[in-house]
Nanobody, 127 residues
Framework: QVHLVESGGGLVQSGGSLRLSCAAS????????IGWFRQAPGKEREGVLCISASDDSMYYATSAKGRFTISRDNAKNTVYLQMNNLKPEDTAVYYC????????????????????WGQGTQVTVSS
């Protein structure tokens, strides 16, 4: 099972940017579907952006469109979530997840479909 470690969270002002990293060990992330999820206090975990293993299918939450992008560095076995124009409502713990079999659709990406999870990284956006 792949082991995932997120990093890159922190405190940023509204309108700022952050890049989250999800480093993997124990398996090659290039063969995995990747999901970025977030959970704010008192709210359910929600999918932000998901990509298939073959990179041919992606899911974007409405809140992420035009602001967030995902990329892979296969040499580093790492996936990134670039977040631009951050807003206070983006404040949450962000998690990366991976699964070798799941194929996210453009209109759906569910947390139960991912088998491996990182520990999360806090993102706080001040107004």
């Amino acid at each position: 099972q792949v082991h995932l470690v997120e990093s890159g969270g922190g405190l940023v002002q509204s309108g700022g940017s952050l890049r989250l990293s999800c480093a993997a060990s124990g398996a090659t992330l290039a063969y995995y579907a990747i999901g970025w999820f977030r959970q704010a206090p008192g709210k359910e975990r929600e999918g932000v952006l998901c990509i298939s293993a073959s990179d041919d299918s992606m899911y974007y939450a409405t809140s992420a469109k035009g602001r967030f992008t995902i990329s892979r560095d296969n040499a580093k076995n790492t996936v990134y979530l670039q977040m631009n124009n951050l807003k206070p409502e983006d404040t949450a713990v962000y998690y990366c997840a991976a699964d070798p079999d799941y194929y996210p659709e453009y209109d759906h990406c569910g947390a139960p479909d991912f088998g491996s999870w990182g520990q999360g990284t806090q993102v706080t956006v001040s107004s």
